[in-house]
């Protein structure tokens, strides 16, 4: 009993078929008012998330920090693609995490462009620091920092080098 935009007048309201009539109609216009409020809830959600800016929060780095120890100090390169606030400040969150792991970190933000862009991360590492980009992409996702596993770019001509890329957030 869909009634969009509808005023029903019910006779004889006070009692009987009359009084059911109208708290039937009641019922059904509280419980679509009710769906239309929690739609309306679930989207301004949905728009609040896709504006929240991304940060590493202290349990995500507690986890990072767990799985992720590494030794002896290998370098990694961080850097903010694009130079959007945003993204600049959430590579610095990676960058203070890693550095807790034990990397030694450059962290480079700004207008860095390159091809493809990174949406959201992506690591390019020379041959000998692929172990590295697996270990980094396994550890973003169990902390939670990462939803899937992030795009490998593969560097021939730099067998030592490892950089993790932070791209734009995702629409």
């Known amino acids: 009993m869909v009634q969009h ?89 990676i960058a203070k995490a890693l550095l807790d792991c034990g990397f030694s970190v450059q962290l480079t933000k700004g207008a860095v462009l390159i091809f493809p862009v990174p949406r959201p991360f992506s690591i390019s590492f020379g041959i000998n620091r692929k172990h590295d980009a697996d270990s980094i992409d396994a550890a973003m996702i169990k902390a939670g920092i990462a939803n899937k596993h992030i795009d490998f770019l593969p560097l021939a001509s730099e067998p030592d080098a490892l950089r993790f890329w932070v791209g734009p957030k995702p629409e």
């Open 5 to 93: 935009n509808r005023t029903a007048l019910v006779t004889g309201a006070s009692r009987g078929i009359g009084r059911a009539t109208a708290l039937a109609l009641a019922e059904t216009r509280a419980a679509e008012a009710s769906k239309e409020a929690e739609e309306e809830r679930i989207a301004r959600l949905k728009i609040e998330a896709r504006m929240a800016a991304r940060r590493v929060t202290g349990e995500q780095k507690k986890q990072l920090v767990a799985v992720l120890q590494v030794t002896g100090r290998p370098g990694i390169a961080v850097i903010s693609s694009f130079g959007f606030p945003e993204t600049d400040d959430f590579a610095e969150d």
